[in-house]
């Protein structure tokens, strides 16, 4: 079954002074990274910003959301994101997990 990574993260102020070419540096050597981790089964599923008119909104202003095969690509996704300096620039929370049906959440919900 798929493994997902949800994350969801908002600037900290060593991104907000860094200047345009510092920026496009810094994303220049994370798109060097990907092709390794596209090897993996790693597919990017969506970015974009959260919407604070949203019931029980998230704090941070941007999420990510991304799908592996497994949890080692999962792994390598996250170490990869580490290593690339990205927590340097952007405080990050992360989810992750293998996906299943609403029925079998339910379930361990419902165990709990």
């Given amino acids: 079954m798929a493994h997902y990574l949800a994350e969801l993260y908002s600037p900290k102020p ?7 070419n510092g920026r496009r540096r810094f994303f220049e050597t994370v ?11 790693v597919e990017a599923l969506a970015f974009g910003e959260t919407e604070a008119e949203t019931l ?8 990510a959301i991304w799908r ?3 949890a080692a690509a999962i792994a390598a996704l996250v170490s990869g994101i580490s290593a ?11 989810a992750a997990g293998e996906g299943v049906s609403m029925g079998s959440h339910l379930v361990h919900l419902t165990a709990l």
């Fill in 84 to 94: 690339s300096g990205w927590n340097d620039y952007f405080a990050t929370i992360n």
């Fill in 56 to 63: 029980h909104a998230a704090d941070q202003k941007f999420f």
């Fill in 68 to 70: 592996a095969p497994d």
């Fill in 31 to 41: 798109g060097a990274g990907m092709g390794a981790l596209t090897a993996l089964g």
């Fill in 14 to 20: 060593a991104w907000l002074a860094l200047d345009q």
